[in-house]
């Protein structure tokens, strides 16, 4: 043990994240947040639950072949199946992990297991002993475990450790606990099991009555060396601890906390933009640490503060989170040699000459329309051309006729990716531009879905700014898809992020899985 003791960084955005509600990572996207997961410095990557489908499967083994510097676990109940799906899928993996879970509280043990607890005990001990003969580290967390009864929670995490769990997760399932709580639950476990100081613990906390990152503190207060959450606080019903946050409180508040972290702090920026643009959803601008807001600065006497010394109201730099200012030295004259070797100063892998070609030619088309090329612009096209290479469809023509205060019209091409020979086309009108374009889209895909949500921000500032178009839809079962649409016209990027989403559902790109509720 160091004099400040270190603390683990669990990030859990590829399984507990992507239980979000119209949140569907596809394999090549897990890969890439996984990368860039190990840039930030993520200790543990929860890779998912590889019983629950094939495509969790594929895309645990692919994250275990690429990422080197940091521990991929898989997901999986207390079930042999399970265990060996998770064995097979990290046969690749650098450092594997497994990560077993089973419902401690009575209400889960009675109405969802219709287990009792010396039932609950029996597989908890078997199946952590099974994990541990196919792996090193095993971690084991009591679901529910913030509504269990404590003497109980002590006999199963002596057990577990008996058996062999290496790292033992202390879960919020449902978000329900609070700071002084959670920190005196981790108290009485660290006064209560046997070998407390032999393993790791760790908290998992759901943000349902928003104390989420709160928990994770005051666990780490109480003896915890292992928080888990995800960027951005995404995760199913209010989201999971924001492992931004945490970090970010644990670097400027080293004078209460006297810990430390791995996570390279200038990173947080750029991934919390990779997961937001993959997953669809955008960040609110008053989210504490990343948000568009964090640095802004509207009452005059704060203003004037701020310029005579940043530290009067600036508790975190932008600089510190990764948001720089100054533009890429790229422009229209810029040839291709500089413009890859900037890409990869960015941290972008690409090696295929096909996929530069293209990249370059949507570069000198962005350094053609734009003064002053960003890094946000470079990453919007990235993420952009990854976005649309992953769609089932693309926009070949858009055309609005716009009549004020009448009612306006849209002739929308769209080209099937995966049959040459279907170019669809149709027109439709709406009360507004943007309805006109989505009443064709619906009209050409043959389709009923409820557009719930539209969101669209500036990527950057100025008036040649690139637009982001989120939207989230809902077909006629009630499933939600995400879209995401980047593009100097509003309407364009308004379209794609459409056609996107509208191709998920399409295709039902959601597939039925097993869930982990913990």
Same mark, same amino acid.
């Given at each position: 043990?160091?004099?400040?003791?270190?603390?683990?960084?669990?990030?859990?955005?590829?399984?507990?994240?992507?239980?979000?509600?119209?949140?569907?990572?596809?394999?090549?996207?897990?890969?890439?947040?996984?990368?860039?997961?190990?840039?930030?410095?993520?200790?543990?990557?929860?890779?998912?639950?590889?019983?629950?489908?094939?495509?969790?499967?594929?895309?645990?083994?692919?994250?275990?072949?690429?990422?080197?510097?940091?521990?991929?676990?898989?997901?999986?109940?207390?079930?042999?199946?399970?265990?060996?799906?998770?064995?097979?899928?990290?046969?690749?993996?650098?450092?594997?992990?497994?990560?077993?879970?089973?419902?401690?509280?009575?209400?889960?043990?009675?109405?969802?297991?219709?287990?009792?607890?010396?039932?609950?005990?029996?597989?908890?001990?078997?199946?952590?002993?099974?994990?541990?003969?196919?792996?090193?580290?095993?971690?084991?967390?009591?679901?529910?475990?913030?509504?269990?009864?404590?003497?109980?929670?002590?006999?199963? /995490?002596? $057990?577990? =450790?008996? *058996?062999?769990?290496?790292?033992?997760? &202390?879960?919020?399932?449902?978000?329900? %606990?609070?700071? @002084?709580?959670?920190?005196?639950?981790?108290?009485?476990?660290?006064?209560?099991?046997?070998?407390?100081?032999?393993?790791?613990?760790?908290?998992?906390?759901?943000?349902?009555?928003?104390?989420?990152?709160?928990?994770?503190?005051?666990?780490?207060?109480?003896?915890?060396?292992?928080?888990?959450?995800?960027?951005?606080?995404?995760?199913?019903?209010?989201?999971?601890?924001?492992?931004?946050?945490?970090? /970010?409180? $644990?670097? =400027?508040? *080293?004078?209460?906390?006297?810990?430390? &972290?791995?996570?390279?702090?200038?990173? %947080?920026?750029? @991934?919390?933009?990779?997961?937001?643009?993959?997953?669809?959803?955008?960040?609110?601008?008053?989210?504490?640490?990343?948000?568009?807001?964090?640095?802004?600065?509207?009452?005059?006497?704060?203003?004037?503060?701020?310029?005579?010394?940043?530290?009067?109201?600036?508790?975190?730099?932008?600089?510190?989170?990764?948001?720089?200012?100054?533009?890429?030295?790229?422009?229209?004259?810029?040839?291709?040699?500089?413009?890859?070797?900037? =890409?990869?100063?960015?941290?972008?892998?690409?090696?295929?000459?096909?996929?530069?070609?293209?990249?370059?030619?949507?570069?000198?088309?962005?350094?053609?329309?734009?003064?002053?090329?960003?890094?946000?612009?470079?990453?919007?096209?990235?993420?952009?051309?990854?976005?649309?290479?992953?769609?089932?469809?693309?926009?070949?023509?858009?055309?609005?006729?716009?009549?004020?205060?009448?009612?306006?019209?849209?002739?929308?091409?769209?080209?099937?990716?995966?049959?040459?020979?279907?170019?669809?086309?149709?027109?439709?009108?709406?009360?507004?531009? =943007?309805?006109?374009?989505?009443?064709?889209?619906?009209?050409?895909?043959?389709?009923?879905?409820?557009?719930?949500?539209?969101?669209?921000?500036?990527?950057?500032?100025?008036?040649?700014?690139?637009?982001?178009?989120?939207?989230?839809?809902?077909?006629?079962?009630?499933?939600?898809?995400?879209?995401?649409?980047?593009?100097?016209?509003?309407?364009?990027?308004?379209?794609?992020?459409?056609?996107?989403?509208?191709?998920?559902?399409?295709?039902?790109?959601?597939?039925?899985?097993?869930?982990?509720?913990?």
């Amino acid at each position: 043990m160091t004099e400040k003791q270190y603390i683990q960084f669990f990030d859990t955005t590829l399984r507990d994240g992507e239980q979000t509600p119209g949140v569907n990572f596809n394999t090549k996207e897990k890969v890439q947040i996984a990368l860039q997961m190990e840039k930030w410095g993520i200790d543990v990557i929860e890779a998912g639950f590889p019983i629950s489908s094939e495509g969790d499967f594929e895309a645990v083994k692919a994250i275990a072949g690429a990422v080197k510097n940091m521990t991929v676990a898989g997901l999986a109940r207390c079930n042999e199946k399970d265990i060996d799906a998770a064995y097979n899928a990290l046969r690749d993996a650098v450092d594997p992990q497994i990560h077993i879970f089973m419902a401690t509280s009575p209400i889960h043990m009675e109405y969802k297991l219709k287990m009792t607890k010396e039932e609950v005990l029996a597989s908890i001990g078997h199946h952590v002993a099974y994990a541990k003969s196919k792996f090193e580290k095993v971690q084991f967390s009591p679901e529910d475990a913030t509504r269990s009864d404590w003497n109980f929670l002590v006999e199963v /995490v002596n $057990l577990a =450790i008996e *058996k062999g769990a290496t790292v033992i997760n &202390i879960p919020d399932t449902v978000g329900y %606990t609070n700071p @002084t709580e959670y920190g005196n639950l981790f108290k009485y476990l660290k006064q209560n099991v046997t070998r407390f100081d032999d393993v790791i613990f760790s908290s998992h906390c759901h943000d349902d009555l928003g104390m989420a990152t709160a928990n994770a503190l005051a666990a780490i207060e109480n003896g915890a060396l292992r928080v888990e959450g995800a960027i951005n606080g995404i995760g199913e019903r209010a989201g999971n601890t924001a492992l931004e946050e945490v970090a /970010v409180a $644990l670097h =400027i508040r *080293k004078d209460y906390y006297q810990k430390e &972290i791995g996570i390279v702090l200038k990173e %947080t920026k750029r @991934t919390s933009d990779l997961v937001s643009r993959l997953s669809g959803m955008p960040i609110p601008r008053n989210k504490a640490v990343i948000g568009g807001n964090a640095y802004a600065h509207e009452s005059g006497i704060h203003q004037d503060g701020v310029l005579k010394n940043p530290e009067t109201y600036e508790i975190i730099t932008p600089q510190l989170v990764g948001v720089e200012h100054n533009s890429l030295p790229l422009g229209k004259l810029s040839g291709r040699h500089a413009f890859v070797d900037r =890409i990869a100063q960015m941290g972008y892998e690409i090696t295929d000459p096909a996929e530069i070609k293209i990249l370059f030619a949507r570069f000198k088309e962005l350094a053609d329309k734009k003064k002053n090329v960003t890094e946000e612009d470079i990453h919007a096209l990235m993420v952009g051309k990854s976005i649309e290479d992953e769609s089932a469809y693309e926009l070949k023509r858009l055309q609005v006729q716009f009549v004020k205060d009448g009612i306006q019209g849209a002739i929308v091409g769209i080209q099937d990716k995966r049959n040459k020979d279907a170019k669809m086309q149709d027109s439709a009108t709406g009360s507004g531009s =943007i309805e006109a374009i989505y009443n064709t889209i619906n009209r050409i895909l043959d389709q009923e879905i409820i557009l719930k949500e539209y969101n669209i921000e500036a990527i950057t500032s100025g008036k040649d700014a690139q637009a982001e178009v989120h939207v989230v839809v809902e077909d006629e079962d009630g499933k939600s898809y995400n879209g995401t649409g980047i593009d100097f016209d509003v309407l364009t990027a308004s379209a794609k992020a459409y056609i996107q989403a509208s191709g998920k559902a399409k295709n039902k790109q959601t597939i039925e899985k097993v869930s982990a509720h913990f």
